[in-house]
């Protein structure tokens, strides 16, 4: 098994801000390399799926007008989701920062799960 690392992200001035943490996890996004626009719609990152939407019609334009072999269409499309599934995650800790979210701590775990239940006892041990 390896450790994965999340970053935890809460809003101050919520109530129970602190235990109403946002996790999110470090690295690669597979659900959003593999349903791009989907999961961008999904996690409401609404001009990052605009965009993705205007990149499609015209990887699609350039396919049509022969700009773009079959080839190297599907090699740039690749590229594409390979992109979003790299940069995912801080799609979404940057959209956390707009809504006035703030980096509050680093939890690591096999899973989510523990992730959390590591960063809750950090908290209760420190009250």
Not at 12 to 41: C, D, I, Q, Y
Not at 46 to 64: D, G, R, S
Not at 72 to 89: D, E, L, P
Request: with cysteine; hydrophobic share 55%; net charge positive.
């Amino acid at each position: 098994m390896s450790t994965k690392i999340y970053t935890v992200h809460t809003k101050p001035g919520m109530a129970n801000a602190a235990s109403r943490p946002m996790f999110v996890k470090e690295g690669f996004n597979f659900w959003a390399f593999l349903f791009t626009t989907l999961w961008a719609l999904y996690q409401r990152l609404w001009l990052v799926a605009l965009l993705m939407i205007a990149f499609n019609a015209l990887l699609v334009f350039c396919l049509k007008s022969h700009v773009l072999g079959l080839t190297s269409a599907g090699a740039i499309h690749f590229g594409f989701h390979m992109v979003v599934g790299f940069w995912g995650n801080d799609w979404l800790r940057a959209q956390l920062a707009r809504r006035g979210y703030v980096l509050a701590d680093v939890a690591a775990g096999d899973n989510l799960l523990r992730a959390e239940q590591r960063y809750f006892e950090r908290m209760l041990a420190a009250a």
